[in-house]
């Protein structure tokens, strides 16, 4: 699907100010206090690094940024992303091998890293021979360049460089449950398109304050953390490290949150501990306590959603449910709304189009990637001849374009017998109890195996001794009611949690035997 007239992020960045009154745009704590920064603040900001950007080293060069959340992260993105070179976004927390290996498989020539990382960047630098330029993205640096690039400066002019919607702006790897990062390129087109075009009503327009939970560096982060907020309007709170969210929560009082299921599970355990200790407090009140009394929307993706735990919200007043996105189509692909079913992963925004081809999802998006980074055949394998792009995942679209997702392609268990099983629907089964933290299933020797690692805590408070004779039981259950394939006929009770990607997807292949 192609729009007409998309404007580029330059465009957003310029018109914000008077579009929004110059309201506070970014907030965050530094030394213990609020630090408050307006559209124009962050406009300037911006532009005052693709100036010093382009003095240095001109446009097109793939430059890799890794940094934490912070308000300098933001405004390097925008600046890179203004001067017509291509971000490169890595995780701050990656070792030095994987660092060395995004960057040169992007063929950066530039790196720009934050403190947290300067122990590690001469070891990369070793290991990646095309850099030639660093910079280090801190409060004391910027402060610098912001000021020696100002628009008052000799360097006015280099700024005012015209962004090419259809090139490539970013290049981002993908998280990869399979550990195979591949670089997903897209455009400036593709990253503004499903955020200008689509109402947003009832979901964000209303929302005033959001809290930033989720490391920017990853795709759904930064165009819903950043790019859709500087479109609309909203205040966005930065989270920082994930061990300051109750503090931040309370301190920010944000109207709306993006969350992967682990986060949720946290926040529901915790109002549910304010409310054993004090049973006087209504569900409310004991959900203010941790949250800042103005939540009441929680945006979970990356991960399956149990709808219980959407359920298990309702009573707090707030409204929890998935939506479904991907890098490939610039993240966003659907939105939730009130008349969503619980099991559903929400709507299909207006600028996307889904088709159903042998039990896959495929898309038609203005958030197409370009492609994968130097991987013609790869990236041949996932759009199909007339431009859609095929998912990997399984699933089905009602009457009201509502999406539903049953699993995944690659992950589809096919027995001797030719009978096709989905591990996910038999995952989601278990993760209904409690007693279930994590659970992968797949097929060993033709039988289907459940490997779980149970919920400790709910065990204890439940008063159950035995967990591997309760979880067997349970098993018993599911099986009573199961199609004959999709019986488990072996349970694995696990002492260490499955390991997961920092989104929070279970690396599926670590776990199956044979893979």
Same mark, same amino acid.
């Given at each position: 699907?192609?729009?007409?007239?998309?404007?580029?992020?330059?465009?957003?960045?310029?018109?914000?100010?008077?579009?929004?009154? /110059?309201?506070?745009?970014?907030?965050?704590?530094?030394?213990? =206090?609020?630090?408050?920064?307006?559209?124009?603040?962050?406009?300037?900001?911006?532009?005052?690094?693709?100036?010093?950007?382009?003095?240095?080293?001109?446009?097109?060069?793939?430059?890799?940024?890794?940094?934490?959340?912070?308000?300098?992260?933001?405004?390097?993105?925008?600046?890179?992303?203004?001067?017509?070179?291509?971000?490169?976004?890595?995780?701050?927390?990656?070792?030095?091998?994987?660092?060395?290996?995004?960057?040169?498989?992007?063929?950066?020539?530039?790196?720009?890293?934050?403190?947290?990382?300067?122990?590690?960047?001469? =070891?990369?630098?070793?290991?990646?021979?095309?850099?030639?330029?660093?910079?280090?993205?801190?409060?004391?640096?910027?402060?610098?360049?912001?000021?020696?690039?100002?628009?008052?400066?000799?360097?006015?002019?280099?700024?005012?460089?015209?962004?090419?919607?259809?090139?490539?702006?970013?290049?981002? #790897?993908?998280?990869?449950?399979?550990?195979?990062?591949?670089?997903?390129?897209?455009?400036?087109?593709?990253?503004?398109?499903?955020?200008?075009?689509?109402?947003?009503?009832?979901?964000?327009?209303?929302?005033?304050?959001?809290?930033?939970?989720?490391?920017?560096?990853?795709?759904?982060?930064?165009?819903?953390?950043?790019?859709?907020?500087?479109?609309? %309007?909203?205040?966005?709170?930065?989270?920082?490290?994930?061990?300051?969210?109750?503090?931040?929560?309370?301190?920010?009082?944000?109207?709306?949150?993006?969350?992967?299921?682990?986060?949720?599970?946290?926040?529901?355990? +915790? $109002?549910?501990?304010?409310?054993?200790?004090?049973?006087?407090?209504?569900?409310?009140?004991?959900?203010?306590?941790?949250?800042?009394?103005?939540? /009441?929307?929680?945006?979970? %993706?990356?991960?399956?959603?149990?709808?219980?735990?959407?359920?298990?919200?309702?009573? #707090?007043?707030?409204?929890?449910?998935? %939506?479904?996105?991907?890098?490939?189509?610039?993240?966003?692909?659907?939105?939730?709304?009130?008349?969503?079913?619980?099991?559903?992963?929400?709507?299909?925004?207006?600028?996307?189009?889904?088709?159903?081809?042998?039990?896959?999802?495929?898309?038609?998006?203005?958030?197409?990637?370009?492609? #994968?980074?130097?991987?013609?055949?790869?990236?041949?394998?996932?759009?199909?001849?007339?431009?859609?792009?095929?998912?990997?995942?399984?699933? +089905?679209?009602?009457?009201?374009?509502?999406?539903?997702?049953?699993?995944?392609?690659?992950?589809?268990?096919?027995?001797?017998?030719?009978?096709?099983?989905?591990?996910?629907?038999?995952?989601?089964?278990?993760?209904?109890?409690?007693?279930?933290?994590?659970?992968?299933?797949?097929?060993?020797?033709?039988?289907?195996?459940?490997?779980?690692?149970?919920?400790?805590?709910?065990?204890?408070?439940?008063?159950?001794?035995? $967990?591997?004779?309760?979880?067997?039981?349970?098993?018993?259950?599911?099986?009573?009611?199961?199609?004959?394939?999709?019986?488990?006929?072996?349970? $694995?009770? +696990?002492?260490?949690?499955?390991?997961?990607?920092?989104?929070?997807?279970?690396?599926?292949?670590?776990? $199956?035997?044979?893979?």
């Amino acid at each position: 699907m192609k729009l007409e007239n998309v404007p580029t992020i330059r465009d957003l960045l310029d018109v914000a100010p008077a579009k929004h009154n /110059d309201r506070t745009f970014i907030k965050y704590l530094r030394d213990g =206090e609020i630090v408050e920064k307006k559209f124009s603040r962050v406009r300037s900001d911006g532009l005052a690094v693709c100036r010093k950007l382009r003095h240095d080293i001109g446009e097109r060069n793939h430059i890799a940024i890794i940094s934490k959340s912070t308000y300098e992260y933001i405004v390097c993105m925008t600046g890179v992303l203004c001067s017509g070179n291509v971000a490169v976004p890595v995780d701050p927390d990656s070792t030095v091998s994987d660092t060395a290996a995004i960057i040169n498989d992007s063929d950066a020539t530039a790196v720009l890293y934050g403190a947290e990382f300067a122990d590690k960047i001469e =070891e990369v630098k070793a290991l990646c021979p095309k850099l030639h330029y660093e910079m280090v993205i801190s409060e004391e640096n910027f402060s610098n360049i912001y000021e020696e690039f100002s628009e008052t400066s000799e360097y006015a002019a280099l700024s005012d460089y015209k962004m090419e919607p259809e090139k490539c702006a970013l290049i981002i #790897y993908t998280s990869g449950t399979t550990g195979d990062k591949k670089g997903v390129m897209l455009s400036s087109e593709a990253l503004v398109s499903n955020l200008i075009f689509e109402p947003y009503d009832p979901i964000t327009v209303r929302v005033d304050t959001v809290l930033s939970v989720l490391p920017l560096h990853h795709i759904f982060c930064f165009i819903c953390g950043y790019i859709g907020p500087l479109n609309i %309007g909203t205040c966005i709170c930065l989270n920082g490290e994930m061990k300051d969210l109750f503090k931040n929560l309370l301190v920010f009082k944000p109207d709306q949150i993006r969350v992967v299921p682990m986060i949720a599970q946290a926040i529901l355990a +915790r $109002i549910r501990a304010i409310q054993a200790k004090n049973p006087a407090l209504s569900p409310k009140e004991a959900a203010a306590q941790v949250t800042g009394g103005k939540l /009441d929307m929680m945006l979970s %993706g990356g991960a399956y959603l149990d709808p219980a735990l959407c359920k298990a919200y309702e009573p #707090y007043g707030i409204f929890l449910r998935q %939506g479904y996105g991907m890098s490939e189509a610039s993240a966003k692909v659907t939105l939730p709304d009130p008349d969503c079913p619980v099991d559903s992963v929400g709507r299909l925004m207006s600028t996307v189009n889904a088709r159903i081809v042998d039990h896959e999802i495929q898309l038609d998006t203005p958030g197409m990637m370009l492609g #994968y980074y130097k991987r013609p055949e790869e990236t041949a394998e996932v759009i199909t001849e007339d431009g859609w792009l095929r998912t990997g995942d399984m699933g +089905r679209i009602d009457e009201n374009r509502v999406l539903y997702i049953t699993g995944r392609v690659k992950n589809l268990i096919i027995l001797s017998n030719g009978e096709n099983v989905s591990p996910e629907g038999i995952e989601n089964r278990y993760m209904s109890n409690r007693l279930v933290s994590e659970v992968v299933v797949y097929a060993e020797n033709d039988l289907i195996v459940a490997e779980i690692f149970p919920n400790g805590e709910f065990a204890q408070q439940s008063g159950i001794t035995d $967990i591997e004779a309760a979880l067997e039981e349970y098993t018993d259950k599911l099986n009573e009611t199961a199609a004959p394939s999709h019986i488990v006929a072996k349970l $694995i009770v +696990r002492d260490t949690p499955l390991e997961k990607t920092e989104l929070g997807k279970i690396k599926r292949k670590q776990h $199956i035997v044979g893979k």
